[in-house]
């Protein structure tokens, strides 16, 4: 479905953003790590209604999005289809319409549509328009599969696990922006992205601290090399092709890997890790594959 790439803004609501204090334990937004590449990086803070987008202006992208869930709010608002930009970024600095256009790719939400929707019914449905900023999307692959529908679905399961305890949680998403994704129409596509859904437990009125837990995802939308055809002149000869991208696969992986994988400083979210904790005071390592668990059913997600 077209949408009309205008910049005007889209409600007149304050954009407060993220509130990295919205849970019992304070989580601040992720940043680059000093010693990862991505440390040079000028990135820019974008606020929207109950999520911030810390957008990448040189790769056009979000380096990471924080959203705040009260799932005891949550509203039930129409969808809407109305991808637009943002008019606080130069036009050059966001992915829009160009690169979804007349190909396979899907605007992939990274602050899902649902989790920012909830208070009263006005702040709700701004809540809703701001997710469909360009500025928080990524190119996708379009074809829907099993490994998409844990992806899309990850935050739905775990907040009916942590409304046992508390119904609120902080996700926190972005692509990996790694210096050789493959480019296409100005953009280079990511080929991994991650995420992180952190809660609370305990914590009681005669003053037991709470306790913060975290639980990390990687969604890998890589080709199979034996589905590509490496010779580039048989590739160019299809005009304005994207990248091939290969079917979703989805991992439970532990915090730290996240960390390392995309260059971020992730603060208490790797110590708080439901999978593979580390602690603060051990430096940070490099990711370990074989720790990786492949998610073909929500059963097999551990939070706890």
């Avoid at 009309?4 to 919205?22: I, K």
């Avoid at 937004?29 to 109950?50: F, I, K, M």
């Avoid at 594959?289 to 073909?296: Q, V």
Wanted: aromatic share 8%; charged share 25%.
């Amino acid at each position: 479905m077209a949408s009309t790439p205008h910049t005007a803004a889209p409600h007149d609501l304050p954009r407060t953003g993220y509130d990295e204090r919205f849970l019992a334990a304070a989580l601040p937004l992720p940043r680059s790590a000093p010693a990862a590449p991505a440390a040079a990086r000028d990135t820019r803070e974008l606020p929207y209604v109950h999520f911030t987008v810390v957008l990448d202006p040189s790769r056009r992208l979000a380096l990471a999005t924080a959203v705040n869930i009260d799932g005891a709010r949550i509203v039930d608002v129409g969808r809407g289809d109305d991808w637009h930009l943002d008019d606080r970024v130069p036009e050059d600095q966001q992915t829009g319409p160009a690169v979804y256009a007349r190909n396979d790719l899907d605007r992939g939400h990274l602050v899902r549509r649902r989790d920012p929707v909830w208070g009263d019914p006005q702040e709700a449905a701004a809540a809703n328009v701001d997710t469909f900023c360009y500025t928080n999307a990524a190119p996708q692959a379009a074809e829907f599969n099993q490994g998409k529908e844990l992806w899309v679905g990850l935050e739905d399961h775990v907040l009916a696990f942590a409304e046992a305890n508390d119904v609120r949680l902080s996700v926190f998403t972005g692509p990996v922006l790694d210096p050789n994704d493959p480019p296409y129409r100005g953009t280079q596509i990511p080929r991994l992205f991650w995420k992180v859904a952190a809660w609370t437990t305990g914590g009681t009125e005669d003053g037991a601290e709470a306790t913060l837990r975290s639980a990390a995802f990687l969604l890998d939308q890589s080709p199979q090399l034996d589905d590509i055809d490496l010779d580039e002149s048989t590739r160019s000869a299809v005009a304005d092709a994207p990248p091939p991208l290969g079917p979703f696969r989805t991992f439970q992986v532990p915090v730290a890997d996240v960390a390392a994988v995309a260059g971020l400083d992730l603060g208490p979210l790797v110590e708080a890790d439901v999978l593979q904790p580390v602690p603060a005071a051990v430096p940070g390592r490099s990711p370990d594959p074989a720790l990786w668990h492949e998610l073909h059913d929500w059963s097999e997600i551990r939070l706890l």
